[in-house]
């Protein structure tokens, strides 16, 4: 009489992959249309950078150098809390944000809306010289410390540059 001694022992023996692993891996690899799509979108430079967090502390930055600017502090609002929000809102909007402070504030019209401060070069590069600083200083806003990439510092710093002198609205002299 001829026993099979393992003839119940299954094909796949202990220490084989299960099916299974192999579908649960490659399910996430055969992404769906829409989510290949968002996945693939290009990043903005809000994001890249940490999003709001990021504008908080620069706005942050920069008027606390403000509010010790003999200058420019008469300028501003005793209470700089909203002025605050309204710059860190309308930076996060304009560098790829959600556009909250359109829709607190509609158009930013900020030659209009800085028509009624006398902004000649020495306010001008006053706030300037304070809003370098605080871009000096930035970081990535994702609790790493990863410094902010040059190519954002420069383009930054080129549209504070432009939008500072597009400001002045008083004669030279
Ligand atoms: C050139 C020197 C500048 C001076 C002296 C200046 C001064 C001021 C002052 C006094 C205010 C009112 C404070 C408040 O929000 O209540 C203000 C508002 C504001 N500034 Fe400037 N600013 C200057 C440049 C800039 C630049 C370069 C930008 C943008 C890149 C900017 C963006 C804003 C914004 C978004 C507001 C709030 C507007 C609103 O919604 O009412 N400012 N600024």
Known sequence: MTTEPHADTPATGRGEPAEG???SFS???NLKGSLREVMQAPLTVYEIVGGQRFFDELVDRFYD???DDPL???MYPRDMGPSRRRLAGFLAQYWGGPPHY???RGHPRLRMRHFPFAIGWA???AWMVHMTASLDAATIADGTGRPLPAEIRAAMFDHFDNAATHLINQPAG
């Open 21 to 23: 692993d192999d579908e």
């Open 27 to 29: 399910a996430g690899v």
């Open 65 to 67: 150098a403000v509010e």
């Open 72 to 74: 420019l502090r008469p």
């Open 102 to 104: 359109s829709e607190e």
């Open 123 to 125: 306010e001008r590069d």
